[in-house]
């Protein structure tokens, strides 16, 4: 199998994430993708084992590379809200310029099988341990409460932001989905308790 780089490769990966997200990823096949990426069929076969093995590669190639891109941003910033507000800011923007990926992440990676589950652990583990890393951070600093449990609080800050895509592929995305960090940035930090003016 070639190696997993250069300008074929990259190819096939975008084109990947152009097929999928228009024809869903059951209706994906490795001809159309082919066609999409102008390279023979077997070609294909150099670089990938399968569909779901394209699939995997999609995701961990397009969150890899965002994970290395919000860590940079988050070690500029010195104050943990800020960390928080560049993560989630992150987050939604990447999405954002990127609607054809977000349809493959919010809609049609949820619908493979668990060998793809299996295949994108890794990297969906290392995302989840920069956002611990904030909010444990967070409690050190004495910014967030010192009872904070840090899975409950990454599961909120990862679910918050999922369903916001999520609501906003549903939607067509007809609306400014990075507008939302602010609000959601307040509900997170603040929560729901009222404070004195």
């Not at 228009?22 to 082919?34: E, K, M, P, Q, T």
């Not at 069929?41 to 569909?51: A, N, P, Q, V, W």
């Not at 369903?163 to 997170?188: E, F, N, S």
Request: one cysteine or more; hydrophobic letters at 40%.
């Amino acid at each position: 199998m070639a190696k997993k780089t250069g300008e074929k490769y990259q190819a096939i990966i975008d084109a990947a994430v152009r097929i999928i997200s228009r024809h869903g990823y059951h209706n994906a096949r490795v001809s159309l993708i082919a066609r999409e990426a102008n390279v023979a069929d077997g070609t294909i076969y150099l670089y990938f084992t399968s569909k779901d093995d394209i699939l995997i590669s999609v995701f961990n190639e397009k969150m890899g590379q965002f994970i290395e891109s919000c860590r940079r941003q988050i070690h500029q910033t010195a104050a943990v809200e800020e960390k928080l507000r560049v993560l989630l800011e992150a987050h939604l923007g990447q999405l954002a310029r990127d609607p054809e990926m977000a349809v493959v992440t919010q809609i049609e990676l949820r619908q493979s099988n668990p060998v793809v589950s299996q295949g994108i652990g890794e990297v969906l583990k290392s995302y989840f341990h920069l956002i611990d890393e904030i909010v444990s951070e967070g409690v050190e600093q004495g910014v967030f409460h010192p009872r904070t449990d840090v899975r409950i609080a990454r599961q909120v800050i990862f679910g918050t932001l999922d369903q916001a895509a999520t609501a906003w592929v549903m939607k067509k995305c007809k609306y400014d989905l990075t507008a939302q960090a602010g609000p959601i940035h307040d509900a997170i930090l603040h929560g729901l308790k009222r404070r004195p003016e």
